[in-house]
C-alpha cells in the first residue's frame, strides 16, 4: 500500500454534514419554526397531526404516530403487540444497538439471527434455527438504506404465526420489488435523528401501522395509557414519548424533500460505483433489480479495512465503521450466549466494512476525489 500524499493542501471532506441541508431550505424551515413559536402550542397539536397524516400518505398506510425516537418507536410498536417478559424477537446483531436495546426493554430477549453477507440483513435461512415456542416476532432491520428480503421473512413469519416490525429508521423510502418499506409487517419504526434520511433537529420517531387496533394502543401507550381525548385517565401502564410541534413542523419541510434527498444519495452512489468498480480486494454496495436501495450509508467491504480507513483519514477523507462490534459481543449482551463463530457472517462484516462519506449535498466532485484516494490506496493506482 502507497502512502497517500494527494491530500496535500486540499479540503477535508466530511463523512456526514446536517448543515448544507438546512442552508438549502433555511428560508421553509425557519418559517416552520416560527410559526410553532408564534402559535406557541408545542405539544400533540397540529403540526404533529398533519405530519402523521402526510407520512401516512407518503407511505400509503392508514396511522403514523409519532413519538420521542427511533428507539421508542421499536419499543412502542412491541408493547402495543404484547412483546414483553418470556418473549423471544429474532434480530440481527448487525445494527444500531437501539435494536436489540428496545426489544430487552420490553422484557423480551433478542435472538441473533446471521445475516446475509451480500446486503448485510438478516439471513432468512439462519431464522428457523433460532425459533424456539418463546419467539412471538421477528425485527428485521433495512440496514444502511436496503430493504431486507420482505418476502421469505413474511413467508416464515406466516408459517409460524410471528408478528413482524419492521425497523426503517435507515430507510425512509426504500423499496422491495417496488412496494415502500415499514408496510409489509404488522408495524414499523422510524426514526427521525438528524442524520437519518428523514432527520429532524432534534429526536424523534414514528411508528407506522394499517392495524387500528394497534395504533389505538401506541397512541395511548406514548401518552400515559391515556385514550385520546381522556386526559388524566391511565387505562394502561403508557409512557411520555411525543413528538413536539417544532420537530414535527421542521419534518413536515423535510418530507417534501425526502425523494429528492434519496435520488442525490442514489446519484453519489452511481458516481462512486463508475469510479471503484474492478478494484481488487474492494467489494461495493449490491443494487439487486427490485431493490430501491436509498443509500442511509455507502458502505463497502474491505480485507485490509483498518488500514484503508487510516490512509483516508490522512488524506483527510472521513469514513466510520457501522458498526465495530456486533451486539452479541458487546458486554451488555455477552450473558445472551453466542459463542466463537455462531453468527460468522456478522463477524467477518464487522471487520470489513467502511462507511464512505455520503449525505445529499455531498458534492459530486468530492465523491469522485475521495474515490480517487482510495482507488490509491488500494492499488497505487489513480482513477483512468
Ligand atoms: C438510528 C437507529 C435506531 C434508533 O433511532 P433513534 O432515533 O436514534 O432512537 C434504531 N435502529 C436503527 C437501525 C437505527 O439506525
Not at 415502500?180 to 427521525?192: E, H, L, M, P, Q
Not at 439487486?288 to 479495512?305: C, D, I, K, M, Q
Request: glycine letters at 10%; hydrophobic letters at 40%.
Amino acid at each position: 500500500m502507497k502512502t497517500n500524499r494527494e491530500a496535500g493542501g486540499m479540503q477535508p471532506i466530511a463523512f456526514n454534514l446536517t448543515k448544507p441541508g438546512y442552508i438549502a431550505r433555511k428560508g421553509e424551515i425557519d418559517d416552520a419554526i416560527r410559526e410553532v413559536l408564534e402559535t406557541s402550542w408545542f405539544v400533540l397539536g397540529k403540526n404533529g397531526e398533519a405530519f402523521e397524516h402526510e407520512f401516512a400518505t407518503y407511505l400509503g398506510m392508514s396511522h403514523v404516530l409519532g413519538c420521542n425516537s427511533g428507539y421508542d418507536a421499536l419499543v412502542l410498536a412491541l408493547r402495543a403487540l404484547g412483546i414483553g417478559a418470556g418473549h423471544e424477537v429474532l434480530t440481527v446483531s448487525h445494527t444500531a444497538v437501539a435494536t436489540a436495546v428496545a426489544i430487552s426493554a420490553t422484557g423480551a430477549t433478542p435472538v441473533f439471527c446471521d445475516i446475509d453477507p451480500v446486503t448485510f440483513n438478516i439471513d432468512p435461512d439462519k431464522l428457523e434455527a433460532r425459533r424456539t415456542p418463546r419467539t412471538r416476532a421477528i425485527v428485521p432491520v433495512h440496514l444502511y438504506g436496503q430493504a431486507a428480503d420482505m418476502g421469505a421473512i413474511m413467508a416464515f413469519a406466516r408459517a409460524h404465526k410471528l408478528k413482524v416490525v419492521e425497523d426503517c429508521a435507515q430507510a425512509h423510502g426504500a423499496r422491495w420489488q417496488g412496494q415502500v418499506v415499514g408496510t409489509f409487517g404488522d408495524i414499523a419504526a422510524f426514526s427521525f435523528y438528524p442524520t437519518k434520511n428523514l432527520g429532524a433537529y432534534g429526536d424523534g420517531g414514528a411508528v407506522a401501522t394499517n392495524d387500528d387496533g394497534l395504533a389505538n394502543q401506541v397512541s395511548m401507550l406514548r401518552n400515559y395509557g391515556w385514550q385520546p381525548g381522556r386526559r388524566y385517565i391511565s387505562e394502561i401502564r403508557g409512557v411520555n414519548s411525543r413528538l413536539d410541534e417544532i420537530q414535527a413542523a421542521i419534518l413536515r419541510v423535510k418530507l417534501r424533500h425526502l425523494d429528492a434527498g434519496n435520488d442525490a444519495r442514489r446519484r453519489l452512489a452511481s458516481t462512486y460505483e463508475r469510479h471503484l468498480s474492478g478494484l481488487p480486494g474492494l467489494v461495493l454496495p449490491s443494487q439487486s433489480p427490485g431493490n430501491h436501495h436509498v443509500f442511509h450509508l455507502y458502505v463497502v467491504r474491505l480485507e485490509a479495512r483498518d488500514d484503508i480507513a487510516i490512509g483516508l483519514r490522512e488524506s483527510g477523507i472521513g469514513t466510520h465503521v457501522h458498526y465495530p462490534q456486533p451486539i452479541h459481543r458487546q458486554r451488555a449482551y455477552l450473558d445472551h450466549g453466542y459463542g466463537d463463530g455462531s453468527l460468522p457472517e456478522t463477524e467477518r462484516a464487522c471487520q470489513e466494512v467502511l462507511s464512505l462519506p455520503m449525505y445529499p449535498e455531498l458534492p459530486e466532485a468530492d465523491v469522485a476525489r475521495a474515490a480517487r484516494i482510495l482507488r490509491t490506496l488500494i492499488d497505487g493506482r489513480p482513477n483512468p
